[in-house]
């Protein structure tokens, strides 16, 4: 399952979704706002999919992964919206058999979505000052 949302993500409705009779693992990735980036007191983060393709650029990395590893199943969700510090971003969720191949799918969804930058970011600080990515 690829999902873009603006509601919460629940790790756990995730993981029970995901998981199979075959699974031996799900392995996860959960994002977190943090409190500081660029060593600024963060005060939210906003995401925007402007163009409309943050779904078809998930979906491309989670058919990449597809074609790597022997998977049960895979999920990706991404919200967007105006998030808080603490709120969760990004969550990758890999059921397998075996742990190598769910943890190693992992580690390569969160590489490629940093690398493709499917949506902006836009990063606003206590002290008003605001940084954007992904234009």
Not at 37 to 61: C, F, M, N, W
Not at 72 to 81: A, D, L, V
Request: aromatic content about 6%; overall charge positive.
């Amino acid at each position: 399952m690829i999902e873009i949302t603006s509601k919460p993500i629940s790790p756990e409705s995730v993981v029970n979704r995901i998981k199979t009779s075959g699974s031996g693992c799900v392995a996860t990735y959960v994002g977190l706002i943090r409190d500081n980036s660029q060593g600024k007191p963060v005060a939210s983060v906003e995401y925007t999919d402007p163009k409309g393709t943050a779904k078809a650029e998930l979906e491309r990395i989670a058919g990449e992964i597809r074609r790597k590893w022997q998977l049960e199943g895979i999920t990706i969700c991404h919200r967007i919206g105006k998030l808080e510090v603490g709120d969760i971003n990004f969550l990758v969720a890999v059921a397998s058999a075996h742990r190598q191949e769910g943890f190693a799918a992992v580690q390569y969804a969160v590489d490629r979505f940093k690398e493709l930058m499917p949506t902006h970011k836009k990063e606003s600080y206590r002290d008003g000052s605001t940084r954007i990515e992904g234009e």
